[in-house]
């Protein structure tokens, strides 16, 4: 716990001191017992709430829920989709489910009994290949060809590694929709972007995430398309872009990006640095104006003031905890681009058929 905190009760700027207790969590009506790691004000003694101390203990009351009722925990989730060589999205919709319940259940939200018995067959080969006959039509041709061989291994006994192409780590998006602003995940341009904002100063890992969704949000709302083809998750300090952790290890492994201690009178923090140059040949002209513009119009901000601006933004307010957020919310756009002519955003839909409504979501 490095971040300082601002307590509410005292109104001090503190790193909380850390205290565990047993304490017990409603989890779908039921009492669930956990050894929580609770943050107090050191000043005055008050309890604070800390997001990851809290996201932490929520998941072992989640953990501990699954092992009672025998619910499949995220990791067994992933393991089993990726015998199939399928992606989040396209096993959610051979499944039958909406495009991004999977996603949501592998990111840790509890998953309801219907669907972890659906998860619980789908272990047999033999079921899936009824699900695609009966939802074959929600995937695209190559999708439905990857998992043909993926079954065909699997009942020929193979290991399923055979023929899962696990190329890289990511579970790289073939779509392009709201979620990743009309745009394939660039994941190379991605990292651009990070080396980009990590070579301003102070540039605190939570207002790096903020730039990010600004700059590719704000491309959207001019151009009709995102940056980095990225989408962005609600997470309560703000939006934050989806593999975020793994490429930010890639960045430091490779040594393109450092991180380093600062320390301020009562509190220490870490700021990324970086430790080569842009390769602005990733960019368009206009993207790199963007970039720039947003560098320009925010990056002198504090972490926990581009935050705060963050949660005034209709597109994290409006979607739900760890949920993707849909670029349409570009649109509203509050802390950059907000005095933009109308009349270039209502072009934006012409092009191409309409997006899913977000706030229908
Ligand atoms: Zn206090």
Same mark, same amino acid.
């Given at each position: 716990m490095k971040t300082p905190l601002e307590?509410? %009760?005292?109104g001090h700027l503190v790193t909380p001191t850390i205290e565990e207790r047993i304490e017990v969590l409603p989890v779908r009506g039921e009492d669930v017992e956990v050894c929580a790691r609770v943050g107090v004000c050191p000043h005055c003694g008050v309890d604070m709430s800390v997001t990851e101390l809290d996201e932490a203990t929520l998941i072992t009351a989640f953990n501990t829920y699954r092992q009672r009722h025998g619910l499949l925990a995220p990791e067994e989730m992933v393991r089993l989709r990726e015998r199939y060589g399928l992606g989040q999205r396209a096993f959610s919709l051979l499944l039958g489910?909406? %495009?991004?319940t999977l996603h949501r259940y592998e990111s840790g939200s509890l998953q309801d009994a219907a669907h972890n018995a659906q998860l619980r067959m789908a272990a047999d080969p033999a079921n899936v290949r009824i699900l695609l006959e009966a939802n =074959?039509?929600? &995937?695209t041709v190559r999708q439905r060809a990857k998992l043909e061989v993926a079954l065909g291994a699997l009942e020929a006994g193979g290991t399923a590694s055979d023929a899962?192409?696990?190329? @890289?780590?990511? +579970? +790289?998006?073939e779509e392009q929709d709201a979620y990743g602003g009309w745009r394939k995940l660039e994941v190379s341009k991605l990292r651009e972007m990070m080396i980009f904002f990590a070579r &301003?100063? %102070?540039?605190f890992p939570t207002k790096l995430n903020k730039l990010l969704f600004y700059a590719d949000f704000l491309h959207f709302k001019r151009? =009709? +398309?995102?940056?980095?083809g990225s989408p962005y998750l609600a997470f309560p300090y703000g939006p934050v872009p989806d593999h975020y952790g793994t490429i930010r290890a890639d960045l430091c492994e490779s040594g393109a990006l450092a991180t380093r201690e600062v320390y301020g009178p009562d509190w220490g923090g870490e700021i990324l640095t970086a430790e080569r140059a842009v390769? *602005?040949?990733?960019?368009t002209a206009e993207e790199l104006e963007t970039l720039q513009e947003v560098a320009t119009g925010l990056? =002198? &901000?504090?972490a926990s003031r581009i935050a705060e601006l963050s949660h005034k933004e209709a597109a994290w307010s409006n979607t739900p905890h760890r949920d993707m957020i849909s670029y %349409?919310?570009? *649109?509203?756009? *509050?802390?950059? =681009?907000?005095? @933009?002519?109308q009349a270039d955003v209502s072009?934006?839909? +012409?092009?191409r058929e309409a997006p899913p409504n977000p706030a229908a979501r």
């Open positions: 307590c509410f %009760e005292c489910w909406g %495009e991004i =074959g039509h929600r &995937l899962c192409s696990c190329e @890289d780590r990511f +579970v +790289v998006r &301003l100063p %102070e540039m151009h =009709g +398309v995102s940056i980095s390769d *602005k040949d990733l960019f990056a =002198g &901000l504090t %349409e919310w570009a *649109k509203e756009l *509050k802390a950059i =681009g907000a005095d @933009d002519d072009t934006l839909d +012409v092009t």
